[in-house]
């Protein structure tokens, strides 16, 4: 049988760029395409060489999973160690899934003279037969981790978020709230809510204590006096609830905020925090609002 090697290459570049792509996708990295396309060429390369009846070294155990590592690390630039191995599995069962879909197009159109060797499939069929067989296993996979990410477990349903404002932090537990859309309608930017309590930290006593004075337009020289610094930080967030229609919230756009959740930490900029007059919770099991978009974002 006649391999071509610019066929498998072509096949595998395109394959491995659907996997990794569906990779990040899955596990909410931030996609650069042109490392994803370093990676996927470097995948098509092994796949080349293995063909080569003098390079047998190159389809060894140890060098597929080192292969795998360096794909990875390539696509997606994991920061610690448990990112690394997260986007390693989810490689290995997106490449699991892909591969499935891939026989199965294979089982249904029994293309003829197919050559195994070295992990890899090749022969006589087309190479719109493997994007295909990408492009099912993606459709299959991001729908199966949508479904699985509705379900979150408690434990999942908490994070802990450190505010920076002004050269001051406070750290809150939160709750990741999906229905939490609120946005400024101005800026656009999302506002996470906060008990007022816990920021007492990180803005003046005098804005703490007199939030209704200030959201009905109260003159109280003294207030404005002491917050001026803050004002232009501060934006009125008009809101909707069960228990409220047409509140105003007061919010102020924090320097930084910084997202802890299973041991992974992510830095945003342009959140607003809106001050919460109230309690959250009777128990204080939380005492922040966030909204999953915003995690997305991260």
Same mark, same amino acid.
């Given at each position: 049988?006649?391999?071509?090697?610019?066929?498998?290459?072509?096949?595998?570049?395109?394959?491995?760029?659907? $996997?990794?792509?569906?990779? *990040?996708?899955?596990?909410?990295?931030?996609?650069?395409?042109?490392?994803?396309?370093?990676?996927?060429?470097? =995948?098509?390369?092994?796949?080349?060489? &293995?063909?080569?009846?003098?390079?047998?070294?190159?389809?060894?155990?140890?060098?597929?999973?080192? #292969?795998?590592?360096?794909?990875?690390?390539?696509?997606? +630039?994991?920061?610690?160690?448990?990112?690394?191995?997260? +986007?390693?599995?989810?490689?290995? #069962?997106? &490449?699991?899934?892909? %591969?499935?879909?891939?026989?199965?197009?294979?089982?249904?159109?029994?293309?003829? @003279?197919?050559?195994?060797?070295? *992990?890899?499939?090749?022969?006589?069929?087309?190479?719109?037969?493997?994007?295909?067989?990408?492009?099912?296993?993606?459709?299959?996979?991001?729908?199966?981790?949508?479904?699985?990410?509705?379900?979150? &477990?408690?434990?999942?349903?908490?994070?802990?978020?450190?505010?920076?404002?002004?050269?001051?932090?406070?750290?809150?537990?939160?709750?990741?709230?999906? *229905?939490?859309?609120?946005?400024?309608? !101005?800026? =656009?930017?999302?506002?996470?809510?906060?008990?007022?309590?816990?920021?007492?930290?990180? !803005?003046?006593?005098?804005?703490?204590?007199?939030?209704?004075?200030?959201?009905? =337009? @109260?003159?109280?020289?003294?207030?404005?006096?002491?917050?001026?610094?803050? /004002?232009?930080?501060?934006?009125?967030?008009?809101?909707?609830? /069960?228990?409220?229609?047409?509140?105003?919230?007061?919010?102020?756009?924090?320097?930084? $905020?910084?997202?802890?959740?299973?041991?992974?930490?992510?830095?945003?900029? @342009? !959140?607003?925090? %809106?001050?919460?007059?109230?309690? /959250?919770?009777?128990?204080?099991?939380?005492?922040?609002? !966030?909204?999953?978009?915003? #995690?997305?974002?991260?």
């Amino acid at each position: 049988m006649t391999i071509y090697l610019d066929v498998i290459l072509m096949e595998n570049l395109c394959m491995n760029y659907i $996997i990794l792509f569906t990779t *990040g996708i899955v596990s909410k990295v931030k996609i650069k395409k042109i490392r994803i396309l370093i990676s996927s060429l470097l =995948g098509g390369i092994y796949a080349v060489l &293995s063909f080569a009846p003098i390079l047998e070294i190159y389809s060894t155990f140890l060098l597929k999973i080192i #292969l795998s590592i360096t794909m990875v690390y390539i696509a997606f +630039n994991p920061k610690t160690v448990k990112a690394l191995l997260k +986007n390693l599995i989810l490689f290995y #069962l997106i &490449s699991f899934a892909f %591969g499935g879909c891939a026989f199965c197009l294979l089982y249904f159109i029994k293309p003829q @003279q197919i050559l195994y060797r070295n *992990g890899y499939l090749t022969g006589t069929y087309p190479l719109k037969i493997a994007i295909l067989g990408g492009l099912v296993g993606y459709i299959i996979v991001t729908i199966a981790f949508r479904i699985v990410k509705v379900k979150l &477990s408690k434990k999942d349903m908490f994070c802990e978020v450190e505010i920076k404002f002004k050269g001051k932090n406070t750290i809150i537990k939160a709750l990741i709230d999906t *229905g939490n859309l609120l946005k400024d309608p !101005i800026s =656009g930017m999302p506002v996470i809510v906060v008990e007022k309590a816990e920021l007492r930290k990180v !803005i003046p006593e005098k804005i703490i204590d007199n939030l209704s004075a200030i959201l009905t =337009g @109260q003159n109280n020289y003294e207030i404005i006096e002491e917050t001026k610094e803050y /004002l232009s930080k501060f934006r009125v967030i008009p809101f909707s609830s /069960l228990g409220k229609q047409n509140g105003l919230l007061l919010g102020f756009i924090a320097d930084e $905020i910084v997202i802890k959740q299973d041991e992974e930490q992510k830095s945003l900029k @342009q !959140i607003i925090v %809106g001050i919460y007059d109230n309690y /959250l919770t009777k128990n204080g099991t939380y005492t922040g609002l !966030i909204g999953l978009d915003i #995690l997305e974002r991260c």
